[in-house]
């Protein structure tokens, strides 16, 4: 890591993580447990706000990702596993950094100065900052062999403002090609899902969603492996296809390679159930 005495992150987890995707949420606190990084949830967190609130009231938008700002503490980093709820804290901090009136506000309503050495991180980020040899160390060709389609979704594509930030794409490859996993080279990696329009228009949704399964099978993957919860949903529910593949969190392709997520139930939430080719793959015991 780049500071090896940083081992405490403050955690965001967000309403997916929270709730539909709660095998993430466990995967990657299991994993980060296991290398010896520990997430301390923000106590009392709110939703950030994502599309819902972005969409239609400017200023409860700004207030909720804020709230959230103001229960980290100072001195550890804030530590993010949602694409969307990185992106509504991150345009947060920037919007209170440039404006006084906002940092009043933000004063007055919470009780305490913006935090302007606050450090928010995407969970990427902080893969990034890790030796994979050094904390994964028996976790290597734990995935030999096994096809996969890197879904990333298009939330870490930042709007022009943030457009200094990396994106971190590639770094799922980089990082599971390490643990013997292969990528599939295909033209969806990036392609938006849909996000929050499957609830009021999954007459759009559904055909997104399948042209990128399809795409992953046409490019002989095995599963696809998504950066984002809300994406990892729309592939379940909205995919119509006969033949579907099954879809994994990052997280979860993690904790296989560590050997942590045979036990915990996590694939029994998958409404594509995976288990079966984990197991042909050796990746997964039948009591799994």
Same mark, same amino acid.
């Given at each position: 890591?780049?500071?090896?005495?940083?081992?405490?992150?403050?955690?965001?987890?967000?309403?997916?993580?929270?709730?539909?995707?709660?095998?993430?949420?466990?995967?990657?606190?299991?994993?980060?447990?296991?290398?010896?990084?520990?997430?301390?949830?923000?106590?009392?967190?709110?939703?950030?706000?994502?599309?819902?609130?972005?969409?239609?009231?400017?200023?409860?938008?700004?207030?909720?990702?804020?709230?959230?700002?103001?229960?980290?503490?100072?001195?550890?980093?804030?530590?993010?596993?949602?694409?969307?709820?990185?992106?509504?804290?991150?345009?947060?901090?920037?919007?209170?950094?440039?404006?006084?009136?906002?940092?009043?506000?933000?004063?007055?309503?919470?009780?305490?100065?913006?935090?302007?050495?606050?450090?928010?991180?995407?969970?990427?980020?902080? =893969?990034?900052?890790?030796?994979?040899?050094? !904390?994964? @160390?028996?976790?290597?060709?734990?995935?030999? &062999?096994? $096809?996969? /389609?890197?879904?990333?979704?298009?939330?870490?594509?930042?709007?022009?403002?943030?457009?200094?930030?990396?994106?971190?794409?590639?770094?799922?490859?980089?990082?599971?090609?390490?643990?013997?996993?292969?990528?599939?080279?295909?033209?969806?990696?990036?392609?938006?899902?849909?996000?929050? =329009?499957?609830?009021?228009?999954?007459?759009? !949704?559904? @055909?997104?969603?399948?042209?990128?399964?399809? &795409?992953? $099978?046409? /490019?002989?993957?095995?599963?696809?492996?998504?950066?984002?919860?809300?994406?990892?949903?729309?592939?379940?529910?909205?995919?119509?296809?006969?033949?579907?593949?099954?879809?994994?969190?990052?997280?979860?392709?993690?904790?296989?390679?560590?050997?942590?997520?045979?036990?915990?139930?996590?694939?029994?939430?998958?409404?594509?159930?995976?288990?079966?080719?984990?197991?042909?793959?050796?990746?997964?015991?039948?009591?799994?």
């Amino acid at each position: 890591m780049t500071d090896p005495a940083i081992h405490k992150y403050s955690y965001f987890p967000g309403c997916s993580l929270a709730t539909t995707a709660k095998e993430n949420n466990a995967s990657m606190v299991a994993f980060c447990r296991k290398i010896g990084v520990e997430l301390v949830e923000l106590e009392d967190w709110n939703c950030c706000g994502s599309s819902s609130a972005h969409s239609i009231d400017s200023e409860l938008a700004a207030a909720l990702p804020a709230r959230n700002l103001s229960l980290a503490p100072e001195g550890r980093p804030l530590l993010v596993a949602c694409p969307s709820c990185l992106l509504r804290l991150r345009q947060a901090q920037l919007h209170l950094l440039q404006n006084k009136d906002q940092q009043q506000w933000y004063q007055g309503t919470f009780d305490r100065p913006v935090d302007t050495q606050l450090e928010i991180l995407h969970f990427f980020e902080l =893969l990034e900052r890790l030796d994979i040899s050094d !904390v994964m @160390p028996d976790a290597f060709e734990r995935l030999k &062999g096994l $096809r996969f /389609a890197p879904y990333y979704g298009c939330m870490l594509a930042r709007p022009p403002e943030l457009r200094h930030e990396k994106n971190y794409y590639g770094l799922m490859e980089k990082v599971l090609t390490s643990l013997g996993a292969s990528p599939v080279h295909w033209r969806f990696a990036s392609r938006c899902c849909g996000t929050f =329009l499957s609830v009021v228009r999954p007459d759009v !949704v559904t @055909p997104m969603v399948n042209s990128i399964v399809d &795409g992953a $099978r046409q /490019a002989g993957a095995e599963c696809v492996i998504t950066a984002c919860a809300m994406c990892h949903l729309n592939l379940e529910v909205r995919c119509r296809l006969p033949d579907s593949v099954p879809i994994l969190h990052f997280s979860e392709a993690l904790s296989l390679a560590l050997g942590t997520a045979e036990s915990d139930g996590w694939f029994s939430r998958h409404l594509v159930d995976p288990r079966p080719m984990l197991e042909q793959r050796g990746l997964l015991h039948s009591n799994g």
